[in-house]
């Protein structure tokens, strides 16, 4: 059901609507953003969405999602029951009124809560109605039990091939709605639903709408077995036991601080738990949807965090007149929170619609928070004596950290006149003609001095060791004498003295092993530039060198390949050809002539500019391989490392 409140008008004529369902097959990205496994998944939390909203109305608490083991999916609730009946409006060709069913089920934003209130859920990004999801469909079928009575309707590719039909009785209290479509192969590359993405998505829902009970099947048969998967999400809590789900593992200083308030229309969710930790993870929700740029309701709800606590830590005498007061960073130190907010008309900034932009819902949070939070400090003064501790700690860490950076800055303004001695500098001084490869180990460092040109390339080796950076702060690496020599051979200062003038090379090339520790190294990389050298990025001096994954070698010639799909294709043009497959874990495997051929020769080579937005993700990927808790790092650095040559640090 699409989420416009206009009921059609006499002038919708079917054409329009055929129209409409044509255009969502003709343009299904425009509509549910693509037709990738992200835009299958999209066809069932729409599905989905639509029976949350009935659980937000009170009129629904539980929903069953099946995948069957063709890949067709059933989702089914106990809600109202989509209307039936003629539609007051809208007429069919011959003049006479459609069903309702089937208005909702075939008009393009038509299936809204006709007027009917309440707060919807603003569906995933596109919100575009069941009747996309029926458009996209090589079938549907949808049976409503609504009135004592069990009605359905069959379609093809979104149009009616049955009547709304009759087909039985019940108890009158037995009512909801139950879908079932398959999706359409041939505008879906494929129907491989992953049981994980769904389950993860439903008890986010099952989370934030405290009470519903989401039960999740998979019948489907992988290699001849029936893995008869099947969980069931339910949390008496709400967000309550949200945030505790996201402790699970950490040592907690209280039980969740837990908050519901409606103002002046908007219903105010907060769920607030200070670790032990550093980490700070706060999630934020607008009607169900996962702000992940945050917005007005985040904003609203670190003021009264910030606010609150100042306040409470003066008039207890905690900070003293002479102490600077928090800031609000201080303040969210091993703080875990959820905040969700619904309200009958969420405007979303930004691109991709994550950021909540209402003006007035900033300071409905922050008085709601603020006002609760303010009483469990009072009522809970040992807890609350060990939150303020955190801040000072912190407020005194980031002091710290900050003196520390200025000397290490001022410092190395001062010591850039000598060019560190690894360094194999390049002839030419022009700067504009030269290139800087800071390398990965002394080996890797050795084929590449070997293998440059050395008139306009300089070589400079970095040890890997030093960047061991598992529990190194940004300040410490500053200081490092490995980044130090970066400093120096670019000739640029850093930070608040950086001056692009001094640069001594035009491009600048990172150059790192395709593996884990490669990956890592590369991570912190762009973090200091990011951090340090912006204008570097900014101007498009920062660049990944591209090193082959292979070299395959046939009885006549060889060939390098850089990606797994490239090698794949190769392999099946040279087929029955006998081929040596040579698979390069580092770059020291590579001889001088070989680096040269593949990585370093402008003719041949492929380089990946960084721009900023790389750089801003390596940043936050740093942060997060800094947090605390191991596994969960683990296990990014090695999905990631994968990844490495999609520049997806
Ligand atoms: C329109 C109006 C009403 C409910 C629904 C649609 C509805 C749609 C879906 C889709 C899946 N499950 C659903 N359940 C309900 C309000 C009906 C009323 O006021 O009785």
């Not at 029926?134 to 609504?146: F, H, Q, T, Y």
């Amino acid at each position: 059901m699409a989420r416009s409140q206009t009921t059609p008008s006499y002038e919708v004529t079917d054409i329009q609507v055929l129209e409409g369902l044509e255009a969502v097959r003709r343009r299904p990205g425009m509509y549910i953003g693509s037709t990738d496994s992200r835009g299958l998944h999209h066809l069932v939390q729409e599905v989905v969405d639509n029976s949350v909203d009935e659980a937000l109305a009170g009129a629904c608490d539980r929903i069953e999602v099946t995948i069957h083991p063709d890949s067709s999916i059933t989702v089914q609730d106990n809600g109202r029951g989509i209307p039936v009946g003629p539609h007051p409006t809208q007429k069919k060709p011959d003049g006479s009124p459609m069903d309702t069913l089937e208005v909702v089920m075939t008009i393009l934003h038509a299936g809204g809560k006709f007027g009917g209130g309440g707060y919807k859920v603003a569906s995933g990004l596109h919100g575009v109605g069941v009747s996309a999801v029926n458009a996209l469909s090589e079938w549907l079928e949808v049976e409503v039990r609504r009135d004592g009575k069990v009605y359905r309707q069959r379609y093809q590719r979104g149009k009616p091939v049955t009547p709304v039909e009759l087909i039985g009785r019940t108890r009158p209290e037995d009512t909801g709605t139950r879908t079932t479509f398959l999706a359409d192969q041939t505008i879906f590359k494929s129907l491989d639903y992953k049981f994980e993405t769904l389950a993860q998505r439903f008890r986010e829902m099952a989370f934030l709408t405290r009470g519903l009970t989401i039960r999740l099947v998979d019948l489907r048969v992988i290699k001849g077995e029936p893995p008869w998967r099947e969980t069931t999400f339910y949390f008496e809590g709400g967000i309550a036991s949200f945030v505790r789900y996201l402790n699970k593992n950490r040592e907690v200083l209280h039980p969740p601080i837990y908050v519901e308030k409606q103002v002046n229309g908007t219903l105010v969710e907060a769920a607030i738990q200070y670790t032990d930790g550093y980490a700070e993870s706060v999630f934020a929700f607008a009607n169900n949807i996962n702000t992940v740029d945050g917005g007005t309701h985040l904003t609203g709800f670190r003021s009264a965090l910030t606010r609150v606590l100042n306040d409470y830590a003066r008039s207890k005498g905690l900070l003293k007149e002479k102490d600077l007061n928090f800031s609000g960073e201080d303040t969210r130190q091993g703080l875990t929170a959820v905040l969700s907010v619904k309200m009958t008309d969420p405007q979303f900034e930004s691109q991709t619609k994550a950021k909540l932009g209402n003006a007035e819902v900033r300071g409905q949070v922050e008085s709601v928070v603020a006002e609760a939070l303010a009483a469990f400090l009072e009522e809970n003064g040992s807890v609350a004596r060990k939150i303020v501790q955190k801040c000072i700690t912190s407020s005194r860490a980031r002091e710290a950290a900050r003196q520390a950076r200025d000397l290490v800055i001022r410092k190395s303004a001062l010591e850039s006149m000598t060019l560190p001695g690894k360094l194999a500098d390049c002839s030419d001084r022009d700067p504009t003609k030269t290139e800087i490869f800071i390398v990965e180990g002394d080996s890797a460092g050795g084929s590449a001095k070997q293998g440059r040109d050395r008139r306009f390339q300089a070589i400079l080796p970095l040890r890997g060791k030093i960047l061991n950076v598992e529990k190194a702060r940004l300040d410490k690496i500053l200081s490092s004498n490995e980044i130090k020599a970066i400093i120096t051979a670019l000739g640029t200062g850093v930070g608040s003295q950086f001056n692009l003038e001094g640069l001594r090379y035009n491009r600048v090339v990172i150059m790192t092993d395709a593996d884990v520790d490669g990956s890592h190294i590369r991570t912190l990389l762009l973090t200091f530039f990011y951090r340090y050298m912006e204008p570097l990025i900014e101007n498009g001096h920062l660049f990944i060198a591209q090193p082959p994954l292979y070299r395959i070698e046939t009885g006549k010639s060889h060939h390098y390949v850089y990606t797994e799909e490239q090698k794949e294709q190769l392999l099946k043009k040279l087929k029955g050809e006998k081929v040596a497959i040579q698979r390069y874990k580092g770059l020291g495997e590579m001889n001088p002539e070989q680096l040269w051929e593949t990585t370093l020769n402008p003719e041949n080579r492929t380089l990946l500019q960084v721009t900023i937005e790389d750089a801003a993700a390596a940043d936050r990927i740093f942060d997060m391989l800094m947090g605390e808790s191991v596994p969960p790092r683990r296990r990014f650095i090695q999905t990631h490392a994968k990844n490495v040559r999609n520049l997806d640090v």
